[in-house]
């Protein structure tokens, strides 16, 4: 069965913590996605990697980065993180033309 | 603009019964496809059905259909029978096939009633 695994499910932190949120896939997929779900907003795209070492801004990329040294990886980095950036973390892959997103089980994170 | 339009913030419907969730759309390519997801409160996201834009038929998917309205830019996803399992969020998206985006609505929070 195919699968993105998200490394952690709950994660709780302090204001100005550096945060590694590591998403693998196993699918060989070229795409992968990071969004943030919020009540109301739906979810907005943070960044995406279309193949190793290539990324792009999503609509929501500040406070956010992001690093894909391999296929399999995504790694989403919050630099200094605020309070404003407690929410639900969404990885997704998928291949290119494909027409449909695979997506972890989400991370949620809470900063204190 | 938004690129996905859910309305509908939630909804209820009788167990048994059919129910339809509202999805527009905005875009000016003429290849993209269309997604509903859906999210138990465990929170992951489950693929239900697809819609090209070139495809001539609704797609059905069980008990999941796509009312596909192209020149309305709607694509409204209907639930027949709905069960007690069926109470869920509910995300239209879009993928513009020129891009690697997929774009997703706010939700509709779908609540059935026994």
């Known amino acids: 069965d195919v699968k993105v695994t998200q490394s952690s499910r709950y994660l709780v932190k302090r204001t100005g913590e550096k945060v590694f949120l590591e998403c693998v896939q196993d699918?060989?997929?070229?795409?992968m996605f990071w969004y943030r779900q919020d009540p109301g907003l739906g979810l907005r795209l943070i960044y995406f990697?279309?193949?190793?070492?290539?990324?792009e801004k999503g609509d929501i990329p500040e406070g956010y980065s992001v690093s894909r040294e391999k296929k399999e990886r995504f790694s989403l980095i919050l630099e200094s993180a605020s309070t404003n950036q407690t929410s639900m973390y969404l990885c997704?892959?998928?291949?290119?033309?494909?027409?449909?997103?695979?997506f972890g089980a989400g991370s949620r994170l809470t900063v204190l | 603009a938004q690129k996905i339009t859910q309305t509908q913030p939630g909804m209820f419907v009788q167990e048994k019964e059919a129910v339809t969730l509202d999805c527009t759309y905005d875009?000016?390519?003429?290849?993209?496809?269309l997604f509903w997801y859906k999210q138990p409160s465990s929170g992951e996201m489950i693929f239900l059905i697809y819609?090209?834009?070139?495809?001539?038929q609704n797609a059905t998917e069980g008990r999941y259909s796509l009312n596909f309205q192209k020149a309305r830019k709607s694509a409204n996803l209907v639930i027949s029978a709905s069960q007690l399992g069926d109470s869920a969020m509910y995300f239209c998206?879009?993928?513009?096939?020129?891009?690697?985006?997929?774009?997703f609505g706010t939700g509709t929070s779908l609540t059935v009633i026994p």
């Open positions: 998206a879009m993928r513009e096939l020129t891009g690697n985006q997929f774009y």
């Open positions: 997704a892959s998928t291949l290119p033309g494909a027409n449909v997103l695979t």
């Open positions: 699918m060989d997929h070229e795409n």
């Open positions: 875009t000016s390519d003429p290849s993209y496809g």
């Open positions: 990697s279309y193949d190793v070492k290539m990324k």
């Open positions: 819609q090209g834009s070139y495809d001539q």
